[in-house]
């Protein structure tokens, strides 16, 4: 995991308002008080998720007052009104990050970021969001409403990918309820604050029985899965790369790299639309191609290693908006095709038991993107071993 960067952020003295709501009707209009500015720097694409559709992104309060301002719920409503998403309480505070205090208040300067994820019917996906904010002030029994201005949903479909890898089980690993995973670590390397894996997925393979190594688990070499080819999820062109960084032989020897270093080896592949395909943490000396090169679709570009910050070998994927590691923001994509084998219930037990077999969908999954901790194969027409394994 990368370390985040998020800290306080100053504010200038200009102010956004909001107004107490009104305990009845007909009575005079309460004074208008300032409060938060909301923005959403990444407006939310529909993205079929296991049978239904999720729009992932994120709202950003800042506090433009002089007041310790404390969340108390936010709502997401549709144009017409209707309710979306709601969060209250514990709910809320678990989405919440960005300040040193308790959760939910926000001192004058400070911004806090509110992550949502929230299901929509695939028939009837809102053209537009607006958020609903409802709020205390220090020294006030009141509580306070703010709104904000309607929030466009992106039209535009993931992109479809081809699989990163072969065969499997896999276990697909990314949870956004996670304080330190991808889906909220932002990077301020260039004065403005991005989100590069907020659809990044962690590949580890596995075993029937759900173990990630065989033979000494502490040996880079043992992990299921490290060497397998990595390939091009599509036609495109290679825009970056590396393919010096050294490896450990143990796991439990990776030493700590600096920002900017954490994803080991990697190769940056420009897709045929501009986006830019990522793969981290490659075998050291593995990587096929050179920049410049045009690769196909299924070609093998490098081989699964163990470098730059990973508590273990496996691939790191995300799609990007622009060419780099750190400074462009995650988009959505999907994979035309793999077959869903089960789901790691509990991330405390992984690589020491077995994950629960789905029950109750289809396990061939096509246009989708991986659910949350879910257990995969890719069809590439391969047969498998028991332990998972390439034959």
Do not use: C
């Amino acid at each position: 995991m990368r370390p985040s960067l998020m800290t306080n952020w100053l504010v200038p003295t200009i102010a956004a308002l909001s107004v107490a709501a009104p305990a009845q009707e007909r009575l005079p209009a309460p004074p208008l008080r300032q409060s938060f500015d909301l923005s959403v720097p990444q407006a939310p694409v529909p993205v079929p998720l296991q049978g239904r559709t999720q729009l992932t992104y994120e709202v950003h309060l800042a506090n433009f007052s002089d007041d310790l301002l404390s969340l108390k719920r936010v709502r997401v409503v549709d144009p017409a009104g209707r309710l979306v998403a709601e969060f209250a309480g514990e709910a809320l505070d678990r989405r919440l990050t960005g300040w040193p205090g308790p959760p939910g208040a926000i001192a004058p300067g400070q911004r806090a970021v509110l992550f949502v994820e929230t299901d929509v019917a695939p028939t009837s996906i809102p053209a537009s969001l607006r958020h609903v904010v409802d709020y205390g002030v220090a020294g006030s029994d009141s509580v306070f409403t703010t709104e904000s201005a309607a929030l466009k949903v992106e039209t535009a479909q993931p992109l479809t990918l081809g699989p990163p890898l072969v065969g499997g089980p896999w276990a697909a690993i990314h949870d956004p309820s996670w304080p330190r995973g991808h889906r909220r670590v932002f990077y301020t390397i260039d004065g403005r604050a991005r989100l590069p894996g907020r659809y990044a997925i962690d590949f580890i393979r596995l075993d029937a029985q759900g173990r990630t190594t065989i033979g000494d688990p502490d040996s880079t070499s043992a992990a299921f899965g490290y060497g397998d080819d990595v390939l091009a999820v599509a036609d495109g062109v290679i825009v970056g790369l590396r393919n010096d960084v050294p490896e450990s032989a143990h796991i439990s020897r990776n030493p700590p790299h600096p920002l900017g270093q954490g994803a080991g080896n990697y190769i940056a592949l420009r897709l045929q639309g501009g986006q830019i395909a990522f793969y981290e943490h490659l075998r050291p000396g593995s990587v096929t191609v050179r920049t410049g090169d045009r690769v196909r679709r299924g070609q093998a570009i490098g081989a699964l290693g163990f470098t730059g910050d990973t508590t273990g070998p496996h691939l790191h994927f995300h799609l990007a908006e622009a060419n780099s590691l750190l400074g462009a923001e995650g988009i959505p994509f999907v994979f035309d095709r793999f077959t869903l084998l089960g789901r790691v219930e509990d991330m405390a037990q992984f690589g020491k038991a077995p994950w629960r077999v789905t029950a109750g969908i289809a396990p061939d999954r096509r246009g989708e993107w991986p659910g949350f901790n879910t257990v995969l194969s890719f069809d590439t027409g391969e047969s498998l071993s028991p332990l998972g394994t390439r034959r």
